[in-house]
């Protein structure tokens, strides 16, 4: 075992200067989230409940985004091993007119069929219209964040994620100052409350997007070719379907699968009590799992630098190590979020929301069951996300992710919560039942060693053509 964790001088200190920005990164992104969902419950009950209804889609749509970003990743990171920046630029336009594309139906959609839209995650008609005035604005934000999110995982991916760390902050701190300016009416603004926190973030996302043009065209480091941005060509078109598509289509029909567990919650009785605490408990959790996400981030640039250099000989090993980091990593955190959920979170937070007791209880409960799943989730996130799907084995990846999600954690949700009607308690059992799945399915594929793919290389002919 100790073998394995000696690596070559500097491997270390590289480890930690990508893990780390990705890490902040991720950390300022879910704290916008955060932000949005502190400020906006500080208002009451039905604006939290509503806010959390309209974020159902938004989480597809930023799925989305992730696949697209994670996808070209897997043909980047590979292509800057091998040094070959002209491809980069195709993978990078591909990328480009993908996640446009989709931050324009979203935008439309929100824009023009908020109520029918947001009628389709919940039956509260005072949630449903709260959720759909929010959505009205926020949608058209994620059209303008899709170019950032491209651009910055084509850096990340590049090895260069401090460029993304940049970009980010400058947005959280803009998204911040701007709902408070705007939810609560100061400095002279109009007290626009849920609304309020929908203009803020799109305004944000239209400052990050500048900032983001303006860096691209400056750039000398990595200088951008129009002519292969805007034409990619056959060729790659074709090896980014091959490639990246599945991890797409992974992360759009994960965030829809996932997305149907609040979408169960809104049908249940007591579904106020419960979309509250499940908006305040997904929150805590979308950072205290920055860092498992980090490292699953990590892994990919790494996994993949190493094939497109062609080191294969090192990269199981280099996997296994991932690996048993990303599961040391969550049981430290995991004991370390239980303690801080029961000594800081449940005194000193909760008072902060305008909760019910139920709602509360709830929160604990989800919270609790979390952080125990941590080292398990760490692990199967990071062999999933970072090691196979960096080595390029994305098809059986996008197997392992979405089948225990949509074969066994949906269908026991709908029963428990549904069908007998056994309580949240058991709803959320249920959704923690993939992780355990997948653990066991994504170990099976590693040990095999069949994950190891160049994509950069052509597609072999078919035997007899």
Not at 77 to 103: E, H, T
Not at 127 to 149: E, P
Not at 427 to 449: C, H, I, P, Q
């Amino acid at each position: 075992m100790l073998k394995l964790f000696r690596r070559e001088p500097g491997f270390y200190p590289k480890l930690l200067s990508l893990a780390l920005p990705i890490l902040l990164q991720n950390l300022i992104t879910n704290s916008l989230g955060l932000v949005d969902t502190f400020m906006v419950g500080t208002m009451g009950q039905g604006p939290l409940a509503g806010v959390t209804l309209a974020n159902i889609p938004v989480f597809v749509v930023q799925l989305m985004m992730f696949g697209i970003q994670s996808g070209s990743s897997v043909l980047i990171s590979q292509y800057r091993g091998k040094g070959d920046l002209q491809a980069i630029n195709r993978v990078m336009g591909i990328g480009m007119y993908a996640a446009g594309a989709i931050g324009l139906v979203f935008a439309l959609v929100m824009g023009f069929l908020p109520e029918q839209f947001m009628g389709l995650f919940g039956n509260d008609r005072l949630v449903v219209a709260t959720a759909a005035r929010y959505a009205r604005i926020v949608g058209w934000s994620y059209f303008f964040d899709s170019f950032v999110q491209v651009y910055i995982g084509v850096h990340r991916a590049m090895g260069d994620p401090n460029r993304g760390l940049i970009i980010l902050g400058v947005s959280m701190a803009s998204n911040t100052f701007l709902n408070w300016v705007f939810i609560f009416g100061n400095l002279g603004a109009p007290r626009l409350a849920e609304q309020g926190a929908a203009l803020a973030t799109l305004l944000a996302r239209v400052l990050s997007c500048s900032i983001a043009v303006a860096w691209a065209v400056l750039d000398k480091s990595f200088k951008l070719d129009p002519a292969l941005l805007f034409r990619p060509g056959g060729e790659m078109v074709r090896r980014f379907v091959r490639f990246s598509t599945p991890v797409m289509c992974n992360e759009t029909f994960w965030g829809l699968g996932t997305s149907l567990f609040p979408t169960i919650m809104g049908h249940m009785e007591g579904s106020e009590d419960i979309l509250a605490a499940y908006a305040i408990a997904g929150n805590i959790t979308n950072l205290c799992t920055v860092g498992v996400f980090a490292i699953s981030g990590t892994a990919a640039i790494l996994i993949g630098q190493a094939i497109g250099s062609g080191r294969k000989d090192e990269v199981y090993s280099l996997g296994a190590l991932l690996n048993v980091l990303a599961f040391l990593f969550g049981l430290g955190a995991g004991v370390l979020f239980l303690g801080v959920l029961y000594f800081v979170v449940a005194p000193f937070l909760y008072p902060l929301f305008d909760l019910t007791i139920a709602a509360r209880e709830i929160c604990t409960m989800m919270l609790t069951i979390m952080f125990c799943m941590m080292p398990l989730r760490s692990y199967e996130c990071t062999n999933i996300v970072g090691v196979l799907r960096g080595g390029g084995d994305v098809r059986m990846a996008t197997l392992i992710d979405l089948t225990p999600l949509w074969a066994v954690a949906l269908p026991l949700a709908v029963l428990s919560g549904l069908v007998f009607q056994l309580g949240i308690l058991w709803v959320y059992l249920s959704m923690m039942s993939e992780n355990v799945v997948k653990a066991v399915l994504s170990t099976r594929r590693f040990l095999s060693g069949r994950w190891i793919n160049d994509v950069t290389l052509p597609a072999r002919p078919e035997p007899g053509a």
